[in-house]
């Protein structure tokens, strides 16, 4: 099993630009979320999904938007980024809320 | 929304020794659960401890919880320099119970 895995790594974008963090989770998992993760700040709760087709804002979602159209795969997209949006960024899955999160290995993003 | 407020903020001990670390939260729970960070990592689940228990063990790891003080304490005993890491806890918190982190407490162990 390969777990949770998110892509790309690494990415530098330059402001006003858009791009799309992937997160794909292979454990039929029906919850997924997206954190950033900022120094000082712990992690902060920006979208989650609660099933295919289902999803809703977190603590920070201003600036992204999320989709799931399938259980496996639950995509961030960034409209037009922003420096403020640098951060590292953690795409966890669960098969419910009150059980464990797998976290992916995380984006680390720059916006210049 | 809740979420737990680790203390303290870092911790410094010597390899073999213990290391307390504490969450506390301001309303009733269903669950509370720990979780480490390895630097430039994931994070990883280490326990899950139900309203109506008071005490889960894994390994190295000893997890409480007191309801009426509303706090938890992650105990690892005999520590080694793998240990370095941070630690944090997390709640489910609101509708649909979402996941809300604390701000993590940063271990260092010296060898």
């Known amino acids: 099993n390969a777990g949770v895995t998110q892509t790309p790594k690494f990415q530098v974008l330059k402001t006003g630009q858009s791009m799309t963090l992937q997160c794909a989770q292979d454990m039929n998992h029906e919850y997924m979320s997206w954190y950033r993760q900022d120094p000082g700040m712990g992690l902060r709760l920006i979208h989650y999904?609660?099933?295919?087709?289902?999803?809703d804002q977190g603590e920070v979602p201003n600036g992204y938007n999320v989709s799931r159209s399938t259980t496996e795969d639950f995509p961030l997209r960034l409209l037009s980024a922003a420096p403020s949006q640098t951060s590292v960024y953690f795409c966890a899955s669960s098969y419910g809320w009150n059980t464990e999160a797998f976290f992916g290995q995380g984006t680390r993003l720059t916006v210049v | 929304s809740q979420q737990g407020e680790e203390d303290p903020q870092a911790l410094s001990i010597q390899e073999g020794e213990n290391a307390t670390m504490n969450c506390s939260y301001k309303t009733s729970i269903n669950n509370l659960q720990w979780y480490r960070q390895n630097s430039g990592r994931g994070l990883v689940h280490l326990i899950l401890?139900?309203?109506?228990?008071r005490e889960k063990h894994s390994g190295r790891l000893r997890v409480t919880l007191d309801t009426s003080k509303k706090s938890s304490s992650l105990l690892i005993t005999a520590s080694r320099a793998a240990d370095t890491a941070s630690y944090f806890c997390a709640i489910p918190t609101g509708a649909n119970s979402k996941l809300t982190f604390g701000k993590g407490i940063t271990l260092s162990v010296r060898p």
């Open positions: 999904s609660v099933g295919a087709g289902i999803t």
């Open positions: 401890i139900r309203s109506n228990e």
